[in-house]
């Protein structure tokens, strides 16, 4: 399985940005994918997840992110929405062959993106 995160790029507070994911290889083995962030010098932090095959809902909806996949396209978004300058960090898609659920370590997935890197500043 391959992940080539994109979308990233500098934005205003307040503004918004969509970020994609986009899947290649085994992906009918794929079961849970999310969506991590990253700072300089701290852990990774998970975002969302959403079970790619096994879950009829196509968007799951946090505070001010959402998850969402198109199976069709072979694809992952992640919508960003009111962003403020400590959302700034770099985004990792991930993915796993289990059924994960929000308790899971990022250790759990065996697949990553390489990150895109989201700024938000004026």
């Known amino acids: 399985v391959q992940l080539q995160a994109s979308g990233g790029g500098l934005v205003q507070p307040g503004g918004s940005l969509k970020l994609s994911c986009d899947i290649s290889?085994?992906?009918?083995?794929?079961?849970?994918m999310a969506w991590f962030r990253q700072t300089p010098g701290k852990e990774r932090e998970f975002l969302l997840l959403?079970?790619?095959?096994?879950?009829v809902s196509t968007e799951i909806v946090k505070d001010r992110f959402t998850i969402s996949k198109d199976n069709a396209k072979n694809s992952l978004f992640l919508q960003m929405k009111s962003l403020k300058p400590e959302d700034t960090a770099v985004y990792f898609c991930?993915?796993?062959?289990?059924?994960?659920?929000?308790?899971?370590?990022?250790?759990?997935?065996?697949?990553w993106g390489q990150g895109t890197q989201v700024t938000v500043s004026s």
């Open positions: 991930a993915a796993s062959m289990f059924l994960l659920d929000d308790n899971a370590s990022d250790k759990m997935y065996e697949y």
């Open positions: 290889g085994d992906i009918y083995n794929i079961r849970t």
């Open positions: 959403i079970k790619y095959w096994h879950d």
